[in-house]
């Protein structure tokens, strides 16, 4: 990053020039490695084949989990909300390229301080990140983690929406969605990097800088990421009741443009013809598409003509669908790319901006078992449902790897005014997180090792 950009994001916001968890893991890491140097010793382990053996491989191969992973992480979970809380005032909304890179650079420098090894990866909305921690077996695949730093906040929103602690939360735009997800796996690596250990196999995390858009060029990161990996976690929020997420529905952006012919209003009405009416009766005929099974549409935003007085000559509307199926995405997508004209003189386009394939439930899903016998070795209640949102998850679970969703800040209200996170659950999701890291993960698969 030039130091232009700096200036200008330093002006336009609050500078970080430490991450305050590295402050509180260099302040105490020497107390806290002496604490646990008895009890916390990492040995190799056999890939556990269900989850009553997964919980006694987890304590086998690290005995003090329990204890020593949850008192570090209630420990560190200040570090952690305040981390957030930074993360939330740095505004960084979707397509504002300035802003993105100076979050990423501020990411960077923090993911840099609990071992990691930082490459920004340019992109046409902001520089994406790829970072990676070295794993204690080198020999095994990389466990894929994902992320994003863009949020659908737009510049200014701080202004009548501070970021707030009360009764317990944390609210502000994009806690939840996701600088909690970011800040909760920062503070996992420095409780790692604080006790003297490291992931079990090397681990990589892609945040993009467009996610929130649909990860248009994003997506093409991810995939070059997939290729090898054991297996994939979203650091999205869970459910608001805690359970991670074991599947999504496929999403598309389509852009309906619609051309016309201006004319005078009053004068020669008849040598035009409306994109505006064209387009309002191309999303009645739209919205019958997508009204078949398995298939949802929000017209998201609309925009067309210049005057009162004239005829439009152009308009177009921006549409979100969802679909349950592969099957229902094709099939609509399909439809609106043979979408003609009603009137004679117009002319109709269908463009995809971005699309992701729908991820579905997997049967007995042993990913989703091992995280569940990690919790309860920590001492927690943890399941997984299917989510209705779409996300850069997508992609692997859509191809069968195995993969979960849902890792970062519990709380609700994403893309709302009301979006929070949930203080108390801080310490068990970077406690969680830790020991997923930490702990050898079992045979997800029936081919290669997992």
């Known amino acids: 990053m030039t130091k232009t950009v700096v200036a200008k994001a ?7 020039t430490k991450s305050a968890l590295t402050k ?3 302040a105490t890491s020497a107390v806290a490695k002496a604490a646990v140097a008895a009890t916390v010793v990492v040995k190799s382990a056999t890939p556990p084949a269900s989850a009553a053996a997964a919980g006694t491989a987890t304590t086998t191969a690290l005995p003090g989990v ?19 809380a930074d993360l939330a005032r740095i505004e960084s909304p979707s397509g504002d390229v300035p802003r ?11 993911f840099r301080a609990t071992g990691a090894t930082a490459l920004r990866e340019p992109g046409p909305a902001g520089d994406h990140l790829v970072l990676e921690w070295e794993g204690r077996d080198e020999s095994l ?13 737009p510049v200014g929103t701080l202004t009548d929406w501070p970021v707030t602690e009360q009764d317990g939360r944390l609210t502000g735009p994009g806690v939840v969605d996701m600088k909690g997800g970011l800040a909760i796996l920062e503070g996992a690596l420095a409780l790692l990097a604080d006790l003297g250990e490291r992931p079990h196999r090397a681990v990589r995390l892609v945040v993009v800088s467009d996610e929130e858009v649909g990860s248009p060029d994003g997506r093409n990161l991810v995939e070059r990421h997939l290729r090898g990996a054991a297996a994939v976690l979203g650091l999205e929020p869970p459910h608001p009741d805690g359970r991670l997420k074991t599947a999504r529905r496929g999403s598309s952006r389509v852009r309906l443009t619609v051309t016309g012919r201006e004319a005078h209003a009053g004068n020669d009405a008849h040598d035009g013809v409306s994109a505006v009416d064209e387009l309002v009766d191309q999303l009645v005929r739209v919205r019958d598409l997508a009204g078949q099974p398995g298939t949802e549409l929000n017209a998201g935003r609309i925009s067309g003509g210049s005057r009162a007085n004239v005829v439009a000559g152009r308009a177009e509307a921006e549409l979100g669908l969802r679909f349950a199926t592969a099957e229902a995405q094709r099939r609509t997508l399909d439809n609106l790319a043979r979408l003609t004209a009603l009137r004679p003189g117009a002319r109709v386009r269908t463009e995809v901006l971005s699309s992701r394939p729908a991820w579905p439930e997997r049967t007995g899903n042993p990913l989703l078992r091992h995280v569940r016998s990690l919790a309860a070795v920590l001492g927690q209640q943890l399941d997984g449902a299917p989510a209705g949102g779409a996300g850069d998850t997508n992609l692997p679970g859509s191809r069968g790897l195995p993969t979960l969703d849902g890792f970062g800040a519990v709380g609700a209200g994403a893309h709302a005014r009301h979006e929070y996170i949930r203080l108390d659950q801080i310490a068990p999701r970077v406690a969680l997180l830790a ?3 930490a702990v050898p993960l079992p045979r997800l698969r029936d081919r290669g090792e997992g």
Not at 10 to 16: I, K, M, R, T
Not at 70 to 83: D, E, Y
Not at 100 to 110: I, K, P, T, V
Not at 141 to 153: A, E, F, K, M, R
């Open 10 to 16: 330093a002006a336009a916001q609050p500078a970080l």
């Open 24 to 26: 509180t893991v260099a």
């Open 66 to 84: 329990p204890q020593a992973f949850s008192a570090r992480a209630r420990t560190l979970a200040g570090a952690v909300r305040r981390r957030c």
């Open 100 to 110: 993105l890179n100076a979050l990423a650079e501020e990411l960077a420098d923090g």
């Open 141 to 153: 695949p990389h466990l894929l983690i994902v992320g994003h730093h863009d949020t659908v906040w």
């Open 435 to 437: 020991a997923l890291l």
